[in-house]
């Protein structure tokens, strides 16, 4: 965005110099130098203006060159090769021609100007900081030099210093639209929206008709979420200007932020094309090829941002977050959780569970995401009808493949060890059977992006039930075809609808019958299906704070549950849960954040009987440590059906991110 201004006023300054050189540079250098002031004054963030091709020096620049070489003492000559210097481009020149001039006259105000500003563009922030102090010890109501400075100050990152000067300036000349918009800019820098806002709202109402406003407000919108608002903005000042640049790279930028990668790859593509010197839109569409997981296309970009802005912050943050991307991860996760039954004392279940997760992430497949992950899940029964102990684990391969914008091919196989071991008791059976042992797993889905608003998902999955002993010792798999449809019903409001049919599976062992007398060896199956449905709508959207509210509601039921030993998890004729969800995220203190979710609502298990309450709450602080660990420690508390039946349980987690 800022780079994109610098870009395009660039190339206007240029254009409107070249425009007027005949009419301009015959006369005195105050006229030509006063006409470059005016041109740069439209010039309102970021040194190193670089247009598509920087023009070769013109017959007036060679003209001026020679007569300096006849007469040193030119001054005319000077100040008119050192505009048209800074005007294509060449600042190391420009600069030289300035200090040569202001060594013939010293106080020449107007020299001291353009010094400031080559110096400025060509990065010498402390250097160009002098000069207008020198400037502005002589007259301190000097506007070009508390100008100039506003901008260095802006340029180097001195925010609350750039912030004090354009708010002076802004209160002292309303008439002056640009002080405006550059306070505005310093505002949104300092992350200080309402204030811009009341800013840009203020000049608008001014002078209506002001595009770099228009621009302002509308990338204002789109950092606070609005993306409907921010769309109708780019879109007036195009109408305007079919090509203007900086609300054709809002446009795409809004597609981007949508999810429409297709439309934003195509339209920042043309943009690049045809500004091939644009750091941002060549920023942007590599945003956009990163995110189509492009890798070697987004380097290529970066790269060429890079060569044309070598200090630009930007740049090297994209080029830092690739190579970051681009190295293995690590997730780790151990967890304590404790479900309790709510049924009688004495019928009352008790799980206790310990997990443990470790995933390594590859990412160095064109195209493809790898991960392996292994998880450990011992638990234990102190009383109830299960009872008992296991320690299941398992390991699992899976990999995500962007073959198009538009197709996601996902797919895992793995292994289970189940547990104990040995001869074990179950529910149901007067005999010992032998505990189940290892079993595949696995999965496949695919994703197809019909358009920015649609999204379809199949998947089949072949899942182990892990999470009670039973479950545990009978090798009980969960074999599962669901169907995703997700739907954004506008720029702030999700919603999915997965309707499923799962089949639960044991091993095939020893039923006993007859009190013991015969066995036969026979697989149970659990079979079931139901549907979820959600809806989440961004409620805040602002980069230290983030709310979402919405609803999630679960419907389902197993088909035979009562005709079939038990198979140690919750599997009821019918079930359903409806929350009102929340999930907030926010920056408390530098590296410390809170996530927080939760659900209030209601629950029943079976027709016959009551609806009852349904509680979520699932508070986090995370810590940033650095770019490249995280730390999160979580808890949560639960009194709605999870694996035993009715039941209130309670967890805490700690898990770290890795990246090597």
Same mark, same amino acid.
């Given at each position: 965005m800022i780079t994109n201004a610098r870009t395009l006023a660039g190339c206007l300054v240029t254009m409107l110099i070249q425009h007027r050189n005949a009419a301009l540079l015959p006369k005195s250098r105050l006229s030509v130098i006063c006409a470059l002031v005016a041109a740069t004054a439209a010039v309102i963030f970021a040194p190193?203006?670089?247009?598509?091709?920087?023009?070769?020096?013109?017959? !007036?620049?060679?003209?001026?060159?020679?007569?300096? $070489? +006849?007469n040193p003492q030119d001054v005319e000559a000077l100040a008119g090769m050192a505009t048209l210097q800074a005007q294509r481009g060449d600042y190391t020149e420009a600069i030289a021609s300035y200090r040569a001039l202001l060594k013939i006259t010293p106080a020449d105000h107007d020299a001291k100007v353009g010094l400031a500003r080559a110096l400025a563009f060509d990065g010498q922030y402390d250097a160009a900081l002098q000069t207008y102090q020198e400037l502005l010890k002589l007259r301190a109501d000097d506007t070009d030099a508390l100008e100039g400075m506003g901008r260095v100050e802006m340029w180097s990152g001195h925010m609350p210093a750039a912030l004090a000067i354009f708010l002076d300036l802004a209160s002292h000349y309303p008439a002056?639209?640009?002080?405006?918009?550059?306070?505005?800019?310093? !505002?949104?820098?300092?992350?200080?929206?309402?204030? $811009? +806002?009341?800013?840009?709202?203020t000049l608008l109402a001014a002078h209506p008709g002001n595009r770099d406003a228009q621009i302002e407000l509308a990338d204002l919108d789109l950092e606070e979420g609005r993306q409907e608002s921010a769309l109708r903005r780019y879109n007036q000042v195009i109408k305007k200007n079919p090509t203007d640049i900086e609300a054709l790279e809002g446009n795409a930028r809004v597609a981007y932020y949508r999810g429409d990668l297709a439309y934003a790859h195509n339209l920042a593509a043309k943009i690049v094309a045809d500004n091939p010197r644009d750091v941002s839109a060549l920023l942007l569409l590599a945003d956009i090829e990163r995110a189509m997981h492009r890798t070697k296309q987004a380097n290529a970009l970066a790269a060429r941002a890079q060569a044309i802005e070598p200090h630009n912050g930007d740049v090297r943050e994209l080029e830092d977050s690739l190579r970051l991307d681009a190295e293995p991860s690590l997730h780790t996760a151990a967890s304590y959780s404790r479900e309790i039954g709510t049924g009688s004392p004495t019928a009352a279940e008790d799980l206790t569970s310990f997990g443990y997760e470790t995933t390594w992430g590859f990412y160095t497949l064109p195209r493809s995401d790898a991960y392996l992950s292994l998880n450990y899940l011992p638990s234990q029964v102190p009383n109830g009808g299960i009872g008992g102990a296991a320690g299941p684990s398992q390991i699992l391969y899976r990999q995500t493949f962007y073959a198009t914008p538009q197709i996601t091919v996902r797919a895992g196989v793995g292994m289970v060890r189940f547990g104990p071991g040995g001869l074990v008791t179950v529910p149901s059976q007067t005999q010992q059977i032998t505990s189940a042992g290892i079993r595949p797993l696995g999965f496949a889905s695919i994703s197809y992006t019909q358009s920015k608003r649609f999204t379809?998902?199949?998947?089949?999955?072949r899942a182990a039930i892990t999470y009670t002993p039973t479950a545990d010792r009978l090798g009980v798999v969960?074999?599962?075809?669901?169907?995703g449809f997700n739907y954004r019903l506008d720029s702030k409001t999700d919603a999915r609808f997965e309707p499923y049919a799962d089949n639960a599976e044991s091993i095939s062992y020893p039923h006993t019958v007859l009190g013991g007398v015969s066995t036969f060896n026979q697989v149970d199956h659990d079979r079931g299906g139901g549907a979820s449905l959600s809806l989440t709508r961004k409620l805040f959207q602002q980069p230290a704070f983030k709310l979402d509210v919405g609803y999630d509601g679960l419907l389902y039921g197993f088909t035979n549950?009562?005709?079939?030993?038990?198979?140690?998890?919750f599997n009821p004729g019918f079930y359903q849960r409806h929350y009102f969800t929340t999930h907030l995220v926010a920056k408390l203190h530098g590296p410390v954040g809170l996530d927080f979710s939760s659900g209030t609502g209601i629950q029943q298990i079976d027709h016959s009987t009551p609806i009852k309450a349904a509680l979520l709450f699932s508070p986090a602080l995370t810590f940033k440590v650095s770019r490249?660990?995280?730390?999160?420690?979580?808890?949560?508390?639960?009194?709605?059906a999870q694996s035993l039946g009715t039941l209130r349980g309670n967890a805490v987690q700690v898990s770290t991110d890795t990246r090597f």
């Amino acid at each position: 965005m800022i780079t994109n201004a610098r870009t395009l006023a660039g190339c206007l300054v240029t254009m409107l110099i070249q425009h007027r050189n005949a009419a301009l540079l015959p006369k005195s250098r105050l006229s030509v130098i006063c006409a470059l002031v005016a041109a740069t004054a439209a010039v309102i963030f970021a040194p190193g203006v670089l247009c598509a091709q920087k023009p070769e020096p013109s017959a !007036q620049e060679r003209a001026y060159r020679e007569r300096v $070489a +006849r007469n040193p003492q030119d001054v005319e000559a000077l100040a008119g090769m050192a505009t048209l210097q800074a005007q294509r481009g060449d600042y190391t020149e420009a600069i030289a021609s300035y200090r040569a001039l202001l060594k013939i006259t010293p106080a020449d105000h107007d020299a001291k100007v353009g010094l400031a500003r080559a110096l400025a563009f060509d990065g010498q922030y402390d250097a160009a900081l002098q000069t207008y102090q020198e400037l502005l010890k002589l007259r301190a109501d000097d506007t070009d030099a508390l100008e100039g400075m506003g901008r260095v100050e802006m340029w180097s990152g001195h925010m609350p210093a750039a912030l004090a000067i354009f708010l002076d300036l802004a209160s002292h000349y309303p008439a002056n639209p640009d002080y405006g918009v550059a306070l505005a800019r310093v !505002q949104m820098n300092l992350q200080h929206y309402s204030e $811009a +806002r009341k800013t840009l709202t203020t000049l608008l109402a001014a002078h209506p008709g002001n595009r770099d406003a228009q621009i302002e407000l509308a990338d204002l919108d789109l950092e606070e979420g609005r993306q409907e608002s921010a769309l109708r903005r780019y879109n007036q000042v195009i109408k305007k200007n079919p090509t203007d640049i900086e609300a054709l790279e809002g446009n795409a930028r809004v597609a981007y932020y949508r999810g429409d990668l297709a439309y934003a790859h195509n339209l920042a593509a043309k943009i690049v094309a045809d500004n091939p010197r644009d750091v941002s839109a060549l920023l942007l569409l590599a945003d956009i090829e990163r995110a189509m997981h492009r890798t070697k296309q987004a380097n290529a970009l970066a790269a060429r941002a890079q060569a044309i802005e070598p200090h630009n912050g930007d740049v090297r943050e994209l080029e830092d977050s690739l190579r970051l991307d681009a190295e293995p991860s690590l997730h780790t996760a151990a967890s304590y959780s404790r479900e309790i039954g709510t049924g009688s004392p004495t019928a009352a279940e008790d799980l206790t569970s310990f997990g443990y997760e470790t995933t390594w992430g590859f990412y160095t497949l064109p195209r493809s995401d790898a991960y392996l992950s292994l998880n450990y899940l011992p638990s234990q029964v102190p009383n109830g009808g299960i009872g008992g102990a296991a320690g299941p684990s398992q390991i699992l391969y899976r990999q995500t493949f962007y073959a198009t914008p538009q197709i996601t091919v996902r797919a895992g196989v793995g292994m289970v060890r189940f547990g104990p071991g040995g001869l074990v008791t179950v529910p149901s059976q007067t005999q010992q059977i032998t505990s189940a042992g290892i079993r595949p797993l696995g999965f496949a889905s695919i994703s197809y992006t019909q358009s920015k608003r649609f999204t379809l998902d199949v998947t089949g999955a072949r899942a182990a039930i892990t999470y009670t002993p039973t479950a545990d010792r009978l090798g009980v798999v969960d074999e599962r075809l669901s169907v995703g449809f997700n739907y954004r019903l506008d720029s702030k409001t999700d919603a999915r609808f997965e309707p499923y049919a799962d089949n639960a599976e044991s091993i095939s062992y020893p039923h006993t019958v007859l009190g013991g007398v015969s066995t036969f060896n026979q697989v149970d199956h659990d079979r079931g299906g139901g549907a979820s449905l959600s809806l989440t709508r961004k409620l805040f959207q602002q980069p230290a704070f983030k709310l979402d509210v919405g609803y999630d509601g679960l419907l389902y039921g197993f088909t035979n549950q009562s005709t079939i030993p038990y198979l140690g998890f919750f599997n009821p004729g019918f079930y359903q849960r409806h929350y009102f969800t929340t999930h907030l995220v926010a920056k408390l203190h530098g590296p410390v954040g809170l996530d927080f979710s939760s659900g209030t609502g209601i629950q029943q298990i079976d027709h016959s009987t009551p609806i009852k309450a349904a509680l979520l709450f699932s508070p986090a602080l995370t810590f940033k440590v650095s770019r490249r660990f995280s730390l999160r420690l979580g808890y949560t508390y639960y009194d709605s059906a999870q694996s035993l039946g009715t039941l209130r349980g309670n967890a805490v987690q700690v898990s770290t991110d890795t990246r090597f």
